[in-house]
Antibody
Framework: EVQLVESGGDLVKPGGSLRLSCAAS????????MSWVRQTPGKGLEWVGR??????????EYAVPVKGRFTVSRDDSKNTVYLHMNSLKTEDTAVYYC???????????WGQGTLVTVSS | QSALTQPPSASGSPGQSVTISCTGT?????????VSWYQQHPGKAPKLMIY???KRPSGVPDRFSGSKSGNTASLTVSGLQAEDEADYYC???????????FGGGTRLTVL
């Protein structure tokens, strides 16, 4: 059974930094592309960023609102994907979900999410 | 403002059919047959219901179906049941290095 378990969500001040983790199991993690998707309170979903598998170059891509501030990385030895968030803004407040980035943007498996609150 | 446009709400009585639309542009919905639909119940993670416009993952009832015409994709829920009451989100592949865009979501109410 596929399992994705996010952690690291917290209350942080504007301008601060945070690292989210997502521990994966139940599938061949090293072959998977992984994405982060966020959901602002009471609002919709927003794709944040993606890292390809090492075989596919481990390249990353980001949504415009977070480009230059967020970094997605992976550690295949730990079956874990990370979201490094810098220069946080109040509008980054959201539940952050880890997902398997399937063919052409299909997200078939999701974690339970972790809440990031950016507030002074 | 979301990249894809969905109606904020939809409703239907048990047993009826409801269709939810998702409008994008030729750079996303209209340009690729890679539209997905997700169901989200309160406090839960989204669940994939439809992918590649009209395909259903294993375990998703055939009451859920998808289609696309031009820049607009649609999700139809037939034979509405109480448990179908949830938020529904569409998404589309948007080319350009595998980016993905979502709709703003539609709250489906079963009357």
């Amino acid at each position: 059974e596929v399992q994705l378990v996010e952690s690291g969500g917290d209350l942080v001040k504007p301008g601060g930094s945070l690292r989210l983790s997502c521990a994966a199991s139940g599938f061949t993690f090293s072959n998977a592309w992984m994405s982060w998707v966020r959901q602002t309170p009471g609002k919709g979903l927003e794709w944040v960023g993606r890292v390809k598998s090492k075989t596919d170059g481990e390249t990353t891509e980001y949504a415009v609102p977070v480009k230059g501030r967020f970094t997605v990385s992976r550690d295949d030895s730990k079956n874990t994907v990370y979201l490094h968030m810098n220069s946080l803004k109040t509008e980054d407040t959201a539940v952050y979900y880890c997902t398997i980035h399937g063919d052409f943007g299909r997200f078939g498996s999701w974690g339970q999410g972790t809440l990031v609150t950016v507030s002074s | 403002q979301s990249a894809l446009t969905q109606p904020p709400s939809a409703s239907g009585s048990p047993g009826q059919s409801v269709t939810i639309s998702c409008t994008g542009t030729s750079s996303d919905v209209g340009g690729y047959n890679y539209v997905s639909w997700y169901q989200q119940h309160p406090g839960k993670a989204p669940k994939l219901m439809i992918y590649e416009v009209s395909k259903r993952p294993s375990g998703v009832p055939d009451r859920f179906s998808g289609s696309k015409s031009g820049n607009t994709a649609s999700l139809t829920v037939s034979g509405l049941q109480a448990e179908d009451e949830a938020d529904y989100y569409c998404s589309s592949y948007a080319g350009s290095n595998n980016k993905v865009v979502f709709g703003g979501g539609t709250r489906l109410t079963v009357l």
